[in-house]
């Protein structure tokens, strides 16, 4: 068991982050994934009483970055939908949101950048990837990066369907 421990920790160091949420709820984040990565993997849980989400997101190595940009404003209003695509050939690496409680909704920023030798091609958009108040989990295949993130919001639930635009580099 010991062992089995160690093993876990070691490829949690080595893969990046151990797993935790980097907002509380109601709380603003801002993430970067650090230089010579892009957003591997997106989690989010959505509790009824805040009307808000945690978040969880990790990065992987997928060669240099270079040439990232910042959405100049926040992406969308509240309530209304996010649709948002990288520029040019730029993959998402941050995200920033904050939340506010008269809408009980977040607005978003996002990050992009160029990987260096690498084009995004053969781009495909996800199914919803979370139900009304229900987990999302967007695991992003190896070889693949996200480019596109789109979301609606309902003011029934109080939340929001995420989808996402995911190319092979």
């Known amino acids: 068991m010991r062992i089995l421990c160690i093993a876990f920790v070691t490829l949690a160091i080595t893969s990046g982050t151990l797993a935790g949420y980097i907002n509380a709820f109601d709380q603003p984040f801002t993430f970067s ?26 990065c992987r190595s997928e060669g240099q970055t270079s040439g990232c940009v910042n959405s100049d404003d926040y992406v969308n209003n509240f309530d209304n939908p996010v649709f948002f695509l990288c520029p040019g050939s730029k993959v998402l690496t941050g995200i920033e949101s904050y939340h506010h409680d008269h809408y009980e909704d977040r607005r978003f920023k996002f990050q992009c950048c160029d990987v260096t030798e690498r084009i995004p091609s053969n781009c ?33 639930y109080e939340d929001r369907l995420f989808s996402f635009r995911l190319c092979t580099l």
Not at 127 to 133: H, I, L, P, R, S
Not at 135 to 150: D, N, R, S, Y
């Open 33 to 58: 994934c650090p230089a010579k990565k892009i957003i591997s993997y997106i989690s989010s849980v959505h509790d009824n009483f805040y009307e808000d989400r945690l978040w969880e997101i990790h």
């Open 124 to 156: 495909y958009t996800t199914a919803n990837m979370n139900e009304w108040d229900g987990k999302l989990t967007m695991l992003v295949p190896e070889g693949q990066a996200i480019v596109g993130v789109f979301s609606h919001h309902n003011d029934f």
